[in-house]
C-alpha cells in the first residue's frame, strides 16, 4: 500500500477533529451573533474601545482602520495597524468592543516586547513553507525510500504545530489584557462583560481546534512510517 493511498485511510484520525472545529466555528459565530444584538450602555464603538485600550498603555503609534469582510479582524505589526472589519469598526456592541480590546491587546503585546509574541513572528516564514510542503515532502520520501525527504518534511511540518502551540498563549494572553482593560475601566459592565468574555472565550477555542488539527496530521504521519517501517 503507497503512502498517498495510506495517508487518506488514515483520515480517521481527523474525524474527531473535525468535529471539534466545526463546533468552534459555530460557537463563535453564534456568540458574536448574539452578542452583536447588544448594544454598550457607554455607546463606544469597537475603534472607539480600541483606540482607548492603547491610550491606557502608553501607545501613540499605532492606527486603527476599517477593513473588509466579517470576523477578519487582525493586528499587523509591521504596519502597527489594528484593521478592524465593518461589523466591529463601527459597531457599539458588546461583541465588538471585545473583538476590538483583542486585537488592540496584540498590539500591547508588540508594544511591550513580548516573548511568545516575538517567537511566533520568527517561526512564520517556516510555518508558511511547513504548510505547503511538510506534508508532500514526508509522503514522497516514503514512497521513495528517502530518510532525507521524510524527515525534513516531518520537520517542516512540526513547525506548523510549533506555531500553533505558540498562538495559544498569544491569544489567550490577548484576551486575558483585553478583559482586564474591559472591567477595570468599565467599558463594559455586568451581563455586557459576559457577552465579551464569551465571544473571546469562543474564539480562543478556534485556535485550540487548528493546534489539534495540526498534532492529528503529524499522528497521520507517524502512524504511515510506522507501517511502512514493519514492513
Keep these: 500500500m503507497g503512502p498517498y493511498f495510506a495517508y487518506y485511510l488514515t483520515g480517521y484520525v481527523m474525524i474527531p477533529v473535525f468535529i471539534f472545529a466545526l463546533y468552534c466555528q459555530l460557537k463563535v459565530k453564534s456568540s ?64 465588538a468592543i471585545g473583538v476590538a480590546c483583542h486585537e488592540a491587546g496584540h498590539a500591547c503585546q ?21 504548510s505547503y510542503l511538510g506534508v508532500p515532502l514526508a509522503l514522497i520520501g516514503m514512497f521513495l525510500y528517502s530518510d532525507t525527504l521524510i524527515y525534513a518534511g516531518l520537520i517542516l511540518y512540526s513547525a506548523v504545530a510549533l506555531f500553533q502551540l505558540i498562538t495559544l498563549p498569544v491569544e489567550f494572553n490577548a484576551s486575558r489584557r483585553a478583559l482586564q482593560t474591559i472591567e477595570s475601566n468599565a467599558f463594559l459592565e455586568g451581563e455586557e462583560y459576559s457577552g465579551a468574555k464569551k465571544v473571546l472565550t469562543a474564539a480562543a477555542l478556534t485556535y485550540v481546534a487548528a493546534l489539534a488539527s495540526a498534532l492529528a496530521t503529524l499522528l497521520r504521519l507517524f502512524l504511515i512510517l510506522g507501517r511502512g517501517n514493519r514492513r
Design 32 to 95: 458574536f451573533s448574539k452578542y452583536s444584538k447588544m448594544v454598550s450602555r457607554r455607546g463606544m464603538t469597537g475603534a472607539d474601545a480600541a483606540y482607548k485600550l492603547l491610550q491606557l498603555n502608553g501607545i501613540t503609534d499605532v492606527k486603527i482602520k476599517r477593513i473588509g469582510g466579517t470576523l477578519t479582524d487582525y493586528y499587523d505589526p509591521r504596519a502597527k495597524e489594528i484593521c478592524l472589519s465593518a461589523d466591529v469598526f463601527d459597531s457599539r456592541s458588546v461583541a
Design 110 to 130: 508588540h508594544a511591550q516586547g513580548y516573548a511568545p509574541l516575538k517567537l511566533r513572528n520568527f517561526v512564520i516564514p517556516v510555518t508558511q513553507i511547513g
